[in-house]
């Protein structure tokens, strides 16, 4: 039926109506920030690297500006003292009253875990800077993670310490999911190439006292003990390391990465000395993109930058790519697809998120603890090319 020429008036103001709409809506959007709920823990025991998290967004956004394809970028920084059910709760209210289009951050694994079903259901993404436990990124289709995976750093160190004259081993590790991981890992590996497991050692996450374990590994007199701790705790575990002089009594001290942070090697004492751990990350780490990151940092926040502010350099490095891949449109679907498959460099060395698994696919090193001009660092002596994460390899 043909429209009247009253109808089509009407239809035409209509359709012109709705046309001024959409252009307003665009230029509203294109004007409104792109907002991002940093979730970190800046109190209690894991506050140190929530800070380092902070940190290195900071600096990244100082270097490259705070607009994207058009978006002025907002974080709110939001501390969840690395409880589980404050991330929940903040990250609801993130989502809900302040409209943050991704949520970023997690300092441990049960804050990561909490927020993934929030992201599930916002359709938001999740950008993982630094809890490593393998599952993680099943948990939710909107989870990427720019950290790493404790198997990727314990299977390598588990093969290195088989070949490499450690015969008998005590573990130390803390007891959740990272720690388990970590363990499982190295034990497969290190066992599989004739290695024995003395005593498995579990310690809580939450204000350990290591010095009662320590004295049962020195009384077993293994080579070497292999220690998972969470990034922050490393400096506490070393003191007490050293004060039961395991160190003399012939025991090494090796594992992946996470207790030699970089952050706190400055208030280790040489005990540290001839520590071999496998990580992704060492502010030694010999790139001229490493050494202005590291001079950038020390010069911003006067410490030294460890793997834990690489996680979040590289994760809001991520979060402003996406968002120039989809020319500032902040949908969570299209965010995550311009994530899968990225590819850079990071002061890490190369990275990639594995476009199957939204995980990433990086170099892992073998570092030994040496002094460099009066300082401890982690020096890398053997490189293993683009290490996907072992745990989903099932
Ligand atoms: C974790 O909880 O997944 C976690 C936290 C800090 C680390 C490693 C793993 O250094």
Do not use: C
């Amino acid at each position: 039926m043909r429209a009247k020429p009253g109808n089509t008036i009407r239809a035409l103001a209509g359709a012109s109506l709705a046309l001024a709409a959409a252009l307003l809506a665009t230029t509203a959007s294109a004007q409104e920030p792109f907002r991002i709920g940093l979730i970190i823990p800046l109190t209690g025991g894991q506050a140190s690297t929530g800070k380092q998290l902070d940190n290195a967004v900071n600096l990244y956004m100082r270097q490259n500006g705070d607009t994207v394809a058009g978006r002025k970028i907002e974080v709110l920084v939001k501390d969840d003292a690395a409880n589980p059910d404050n991330t929940k709760r903040i990250a609801q209210e993130l989502i809900v009253n302040d409209k943050v289009q991704l949520i970023a951050g997690f300092g441990i694994t049960p804050t990561a875990l909490a927020a993934a079903p929030l992201a599930t259901q916002a359709k938001i993404p999740e950008v993982v800077m630094l809890a490593g436990t393998s599952v993680i990124t099943e948990r939710s289709p909107y989870i990427v993670r720019t950290s790493f995976t404790l198997a990727q750093s314990s299977t390598i160190i588990g093969d290195w310490a088989a070949k490499n004259g450690i015969k008998k081993i005590a573990t130390l590790t803390t007891d959740y999911a990272p720690g388990h991981e970590a363990l499982q890992f190295f034990k497969a590996r290190f066992t599989a190439g004739g290695g024995e497991v003395l005593d498995e050692i579990k310690v809580p996450l939450h204000n350990p006292d290591f010095a009662p374990f320590l004295q049962r590994v020195k009384d077993a007199k293994p080579d070497a003990i292999f220690v998972f701790v969470p990034g922050g705790q490393g400096g506490n575990f070393m003191r007490q390391f050293s004060e039961r002089a395991l160190d003399k009594a012939g025991i090494k001290v090796i594992g992946p990465g996470d207790v030699m942070d970089d952050d706190l090697m400055g208030s280790m004492s040489d005990t540290a000395l001839g520590t071999v751990t496998a990580h992704m990350y060492s502010a030694a780490h010999d790139s001229a993109l490493n050494k202005s990151f590291v001079a950038a940092y020390k010069a911003a926040f006067s410490s030294r930058p460890g793997f834990v502010a690489v996680g979040g350099y590289d994760g809001i490095h991520l979060i402003y790519e996406a968002l120039k891949k989809t020319g500032g449109k902040s949908d969570g679907d299209a965010l995550v697809a311009a994530m899968k498959g990225m590819k850079w460099e990071s002061p890490r060395g190369p990275i990639s998120i594995d476009p199957d698994t939204r995980d990433i696919v990086q170099n892992i090193y073998i570092r030994k603890v040496e002094k460099r001009d009066g300082e401890l660092y982690n020096i890398e002596f053997q490189t293993f090319e683009a290490v996907k994460d072992p745990g989903k390899a099932k």
